[in-house]
């Protein structure tokens, strides 16, 4: 998986906030020449987070729709991205769909979830997951991801929970929700 540069993850941070950034915004903000403001636009596009509009970027249209998973509206604070190697773009309504999601999915070539505290766009397979927490806004159990692991132990210690890497995360998930299936069976 491919890592944004630090100006790149600013620029998404925006994208993410706003919902679309102009050249001229970007200029404005960074101070960086039009060449550059393409370039930098062309790397959010071609790591799947943006989608090119006349004069600028918008986040991609699966921002904007169902969740490939449980088809609830994805919410944008705890979106889950799933680009495929093929080229097609998925987003799962939180991180819970989006783990579970991705251990179907053979060719994935960037997942990019969102920081429950922050907002920003993170690598999923870097980033820290607090599974079980009592705080659930979208899918149950509540799947959370965060940045720093500091952030996702102080987290799980205020509102239960417990912290995994990605890989743990989506073992984890899915050993879960093969217990709650085997719960409702009866
Ligand atoms: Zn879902
Ligand atoms: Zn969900």
């Given at each position: 998986m491919?890592?944004?540069?630090?100006?790149?993850?600013?620029?998404?941070?925006?994208?993410?906030?706003?919902?679309?950034?102009?050249?001229?915004?970007?200029?404005?903000?960074?101070g960086v020449s039009q060449a550059t403001a393409y370039r930098e636009i062309h790397a959010l596009?071609?790591?799947?987070?943006?989608?090119?509009?006349?004069g600028g970027i918008t986040l991609p249209e699966s921002a904007a729709s169902l969740c490939l998973h449980c088809r609830r509206p994805v919410n944008p604070r705890l979106?889950?991205?799933?680009?495929?190697?093929?080229g097609s773009r998925h987003a799962a309504c939180c991180a819970h769909c989006g783990l579970l999601a991705l251990s179907h999915l053979s060719d994935t070539h960037q997942a990019m979830t969102a920081d429950f505290l922050y907002g920003a766009l993170l690598n999923a397979a870097q980033a820290w997951y607090v599974l079980e927490s009592d705080v659930a806004p979208c899918c149950r159990p509540s799947a959370l991801a965060f940045d720093a692991q500091?952030?996702?132990?102080?987290?799980a210690a205020a509102f239960g929970g417990r912290v995994y890497a990605f890989s743990a995360a989506q073992a984890e998930i899915t050993r879960l929700m093969a217990l709650s299936h085997i719960g409702n069976r009866k």
């Open positions: 491919k890592n944004l540069s630090p100006r790149q993850q600013k620029l998404l941070n925006w994208l993410t906030q706003t919902g679309d950034l102009s050249i001229a915004e970007i200029r404005a903000r960074t596009i071609a790591a799947g987070v943006a989608q090119k509009v006349p979106v889950f991205h799933i680009h495929a190697s093929e500091s952030d996702a132990e102080r987290f």
